[in-house]
Nanobody
């Protein structure tokens, strides 16, 4: 049974930083690309960031490039999202995601997601 458990959400002032963490169990963590999705109020869930199984490549949606950093620790089965220079439009529920492959030659999207967690709320106050 695959489990992805997010933590680290909260309220952060605009321009501030936040670090999300995700602990994964029930799968061969080191074989899959991992990452993050988010869903803002009244909007559809969207891809945010991903990292390949071997950490050789990262992918970001345009709106978070140069502000967010995705990373992973294969020894601890954990994936992280460092959020900086946050904006009110970053307010959303953030979901940890396991992708179906370990590496992509394109920026993966929702159809490439195998499983996701329950989510953690991030609120960026203006």
């Amino acid at each position: 049974q695959v489990q992805l458990v997010e933590s680290g959400g909260g309220v952060v002032p605009a321009g501030g930083s936040l670090r999300l963490s995700c602990t994964v169990s029930g799968l061969s963590f080191g074989q899959y690309a991992m990452g993050w999705l988010r869903q803002a109020p009244g909007k559809e869930r969207e891809f945010v960031a991903a990292i390949t199984f071997n950490e050789h490549r990262t992918y970001y949606t345009d709106s978070v490039k140069d502000r967010f950093t995705v990373s992973r620790d294969n020894a601890k089965n954990m994936v992280f999202l460092e959020m900086s220079s946050t904006r009110p439009e970053d307010t959303a529920v953030y979901y940890c995601a396991q992708f179906l492959a370990g590496y992509y030659y394109y920026t993966p999207d929702l159809e490439d997601v195998g499983s996701w967690g329950q989510g953690t709320q991030v609120i960026v106050s203006s």
